[in-house]
């Protein structure tokens, strides 16, 4: 079982593939690559039956999802999940998307504010858009990623996000990105990390999703509680053709005052849970964890 809930987090593909597909992406509207990918989509359903079982698993246990639908929803999913990666190379060859930001206040405000704050991700939606559509002059953003992605692809992950006030920490495993981290936060600046899924450690915080038990990463939430900074959810959601949605949550409770910090952690993350439903709920398709996620 535990082997089944790992998984990498790497962008498929060899470095010549993402030099070829950024070129396509210049002269190729990006529809006929949708459709040139959908093609290769029940292929790769059919040589890939871990994910597949995973996001099944999803669709039938956590959405409750009849078997037809879920297995359409298996196409859907992955179908997404590729325009996803599709978009993202979009971006790094300069194309723009439309965008709505649901509650900006939430992040403009703490943006503002003097004082560091935490910007919680998930693997929900394309994460790596936010940093293209959210971002501000008034503080720097570091953005905790995952260090196995190849340098091309990294790089222009950077050059992207560094035109918009992001450092990208990638998350060694000598722990050393920890006292950049640290630095960050005493400085005042913006630390993103996402919290649905652990690089590397065992540490994890069980929270009810879906009507289900499952880990969830404790640092996050560590991080919040022990330095009492405010806490907020992004999730940017593909709402359309060339259009996204970001979708801002705070993540607090009234009654957090005074708490042990091991009951700090525990409420910023059933808090976080529950702005994942909340998604999930509008956009059951786009939960791109390929791994057995719950404790079935």
């Not at 690559?33 to 994910?51: E, H, Q, S, T």
């Not at 990638?170 to 936060?185: I, R």
């Not at 791109?288 to 719950?294: D, Q, R």
Request: hydrophobic content about 45%.
């Amino acid at each position: 079982m535990e082997e089944q809930r790992q998984w990498s987090g790497k962008t498929d593909g060899t470095l010549w593939m993402h030099k070829a597909l950024l070129a396509l992406m210049k002269v190729l509207p990006l529809p006929v690559l949708y459709l040139i990918m959908g093609l290769v989509i029940p292929f790769y359903l059919l040589f890939n039956p871990k994910g597949r079982q995973a996001i099944w698993h999803y669709l039938r246990k956590r959405q409750g999802w009849g078997r037809v639908r879920s297995a359409l929803g298996c196409y859907g999913n992955h179908f997404l999940f590729g325009t996803a990666l599709l978009d993202r190379f979009a971006a790094y060859a300069g194309r723009k998307f439309k965008t709505d930001v649901l509650d900006y206040h939430y992040f403009g405000d703490l943006a503002a504010a003097p004082g560091a704050f935490v910007m919680l991700s998930s693997h929900i939606g394309n994460a790596e858009m936010c940093g293209y559509m959210l971002s501000t002059h008034l503080k720097r953003m570091n953005v905790i990623s995952f260090p196995g992605e190849k340098s091309t692809i990294r790089s222009w992950r950077e050059k992207m996000m560094g035109v918009n006030n992001i450092r990208m920490i990638p998350a060694e495993p000598d722990l050393g990105w920890l006292f950049t981290l640290n630095g960050a936060l005493s400085d005042g600046e913006i630390v993103s990390i996402h919290a649905d899924r652990n690089f590397g450690s065992p540490k994890s915080i069980s929270v009810n999703l879906l009507g289900a038990k499952a880990d969830i990463p404790k640092g996050p939430f560590a991080i919040a509680a022990m330095r009492g900074l405010p806490v907020i959810a992004a999730f940017t959601m593909k709402a359309g053709l060339g259009r996204y949605q970001v979708m801002l949550f705070r993540v607090d409770t009234p009654d957090m005052e005074g708490l042990p910090q091991e009951e700090k952690m525990q409420a910023l993350a059933d808090v976080y849970a529950a702005t994942v439903e909340k998604v999930l709920h509008l956009y059951p398709l786009q939960w791109y964890n390929f791994f057995e996620f719950w404790k079935y």
